[in-house]
């Protein structure tokens, strides 16, 4: 291939795509039915407006954490500019990073929603 090997330019199977596409579905669900609760008093119209408000802040959110994730793991990652490609290493350390990044997102993701149903719980009770 004649394409620089620069994080995000691989193959779809690449660790940061599937970050790439993992950020956007979650960024899509987190704004769903359940934001809708608190939103009851206000016009179909405003619900719309702030439902895709908050997609966008979500969307931008996702794709912020993602060029960081990819800036961070490219400086840590990519020594050697002397070939096109990623050398076996370099390859090898975006994928660990990467992946620990994401082990680290889910953690949280998953803490996060366990502290939304535990507050969702002292609301109704």
């Known amino acids: 291939s004649s394409r620089p090997a620069v994080p995000g330019s691989r193959p779809p199977t690449h660790p940061t795509r599937d970050l790439k596409s993992g950020l956007r579905r979650r960024s899509r669900a987190m704004a769903g039915p359940n934001m809708m609760a608190g939103m009851d008093g206000l016009s179909q119209r405003d619900q719309v407006a702030v ?3 908050l997609n966008d802040m979500q969307m931008a959110e996702s794709m912020n954490t993602y060029n960081n994730l990819v800036e961070r793991c490219f400086n840590e990652c990519v020594t050697s500019f002397r070939t096109k490609a990623l050398e ?3 390859e090898q ?3 660990r990073c990467v992946q620990k990044f994401m082990s680290f997102s889910q953690r949280v ?3 996060f929603q366990e502290k939304q149903q535990q507050m969702n719980q002292a ?3």
Do not use: F, I, L, S
Request: net charge positive; charged share 20%.
């Open 88 to 90: 076996t290493g370099e």
């Open 51 to 53: 439902m895709t408000q």
């Open 109 to 111: 993701a998953q803490r």
């Open 123 to 125: 609301m109704a009770g």
């Open 93 to 95: 350390c975006v994928k």
